[in-house]
């Protein structure tokens, strides 16, 4: 259950590989060269740093010519981050499973004493990030259900015990769903909920939640849930107190292709909205996986229409710094392709996550990806990876791995 750190993680086994130098170069782009010519002035947005409209969104959702797109999404990201690809290494910790709601994409949600519900005490949160934070683990991210019983004290209780006991920890916790939740719990405010979580030791909060930022889409399926203007005050709020945060789209189940457009347009717009320095960090588009769902009967993503969504999602978010492909939901293969078309994130070595499972079955949490496999990936795609902490800054670690600082 713990992190693992394997050798093959030092710069010292990295040096042998010959193409790993580190270039921030950005290979040419020649519009005129596409096979599709809608493609073109779009390109000439992209190279000129223009936003890219609705219209070319669909555009790019329509076009046959692949390697085009994936080029555009590729000069974009290399502009950005040369050839460097980002991964971190964390631990998910989700602390209960009951919750309120019962959306319908949702096979985690569990109501108390039904089979499989279960609730962490504080001290198995505990246990968790200290086993994950002895093993060098430099993050936990902490997302739930929405408790109906559990009072706003337990979760910042649980902060602050994180805190005293692991103070370099980086705690990423509670979806803008979970903030709404204990809003009423509390009978405080978006931004006193906040507040008080801030002080009690939260870092930083994940994006998930989002799903699509559509009501014909809310009502079909997740009823109940937080609306987008809700999720939108949610982060805007955070950035305002200068919490960062990423954002998420759920996409592949009942939305049309032009409603993923909107929704990451709403993105953009409210990250120009945020003060400078603070705001979105990532956009991380996740792969609906039907099994074990109440939409069990939808086929799912293709390969290539997860490949599409996160070039798309480079090209429509210049504003967002990141793209993470999250391969518990993408897969570790597709999301080695992925460092091509847009996205320079890898995400971490997560060791347990309980939200959504690719292979689907009861036991099958433990979903672990060594440092070693997560560079090597790296690697044989053509980057150089880099280990970065959970606002992206670089980590530096000792020749066993355990002990790590922020590189200045
Ligand atoms: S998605 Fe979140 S809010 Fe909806 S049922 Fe699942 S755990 Fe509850």
Same mark, same amino acid.
């Given at each position: 259950?713990? /992190? ?7 710069? +010292? ?12 170069? %950005? ?34 959702? $329509? ?55 279960? $609730? ?19 993050? /936990?991210?902490? %997302? ?26 980086? %705690? ?5 769903? $979970? ?20 002080? +009690? ?76 320095? +603070? ?43 990141? /793209? ?18 847009? /996205? ?27 440092? $070693? ?7 044989? +795609? ?27």
């Amino acid at each position: 259950m713990s /992190v693992v750190l394997e050798h093959g993680n030092s710069p +010292a086994a990295d040096a042998t590989v010959p193409w790993m130098v580190e270039d921030r170069g %950005v290979p040419a782009m020649d519009p005129g060269e596409f096979a599709d010519g809608a493609l073109r002035p779009i390109a000439e947005k992209v190279l000129g740093g223009e936003y890219l409209t609705a219209e070319d969104g669909m555009a790019l959702w $329509e076009t046959r010519d692949i390697f085009s797109l994936g080029e555009m999404a590729n000069h974009m990201r290399r502009q950005k981050h040369g050839n460097v690809a980002y991964y971190n290494i964390n631990r998910h910790i989700n602390y209960s499973n009951i919750c309120a709601l019962a959306c319908k994409f949702c096979e985690f949600h569990r109501k108390r004493g039904e089979n499989g519900a279960y $609730e962490f005490s504080h001290d198995d949160v505990f246990r968790i990030a200290g086993d994950a934070a002895a093993a060098g683990a430099t993050e /936990v991210h902490i %997302v739930g259900g929405l408790h109906p019983w559990l009072p706003f004290d337990w979760y910042l209780e649980m902060l602050r015990g994180l805190r005293t006991r692991f103070p370099k920890l980086h %705690v990423k916790a509670f979806t803008a769903i $979970e903030i709404n939740h204990f809003t009423k719990i509390s009978k405080l405010s978006t931004r006193e909920v906040l507040t008080a979580l801030k002080e +009690a030791g939260l870092g930083s909060m994940p994006g998930g939640g989002a799903e699509v930022f559509d009501d014909r889409v809310h009502d079909e399926v997740f009823k109940g849930k937080l609306r987008a203007d809700g999720w939108m005050e949610v982060h805007r709020t955070a950035h305002q107190l200068g919490i960062r945060t990423n954002a998420t789209i759920l996409y592949g189940h009942v939305e049309s292709r032009a409603e993923r457009i909107g929704h990451l347009i709403k993105l953009r717009e409210l990250q120009d909205e945020a003060p400078k320095g +603070a705001g979105f960090q990532t956009i991380i588009p996740l792969s609906f996986i039907p099994e074990g769902s109440e939409l069990g009967h939808l086929p799912g993503n293709t390969g290539l229409e997860d490949l599409k969504m996160l070039a798309i999602s480079r090209l429509m978010l210049p504003n967002f710094e990141h /793209v993470k492909a999250f391969w518990i939901m993408q897969s570790m293969k597709l999301s080695q392709v992925s460092l091509s078309w847009g /996205v320079d994130d890898l995400d971490g070595t997560v060791v347990w996550y309980d939200i959504t499972k690719r292979e689907g079955g009861a036991g099958n949490q433990h979903q672990e990806q060594t440092v $070693e496999g997560i560079r090597r990936l790296i690697v044989e +795609a053509g980057f150089v990876p880099v280990e970065r902490d959970t606002l992206y800054r670089r980590v530096v670690r000792s020749a066993d791995g355990k002990q790590w600082s922020v590189a200045t």
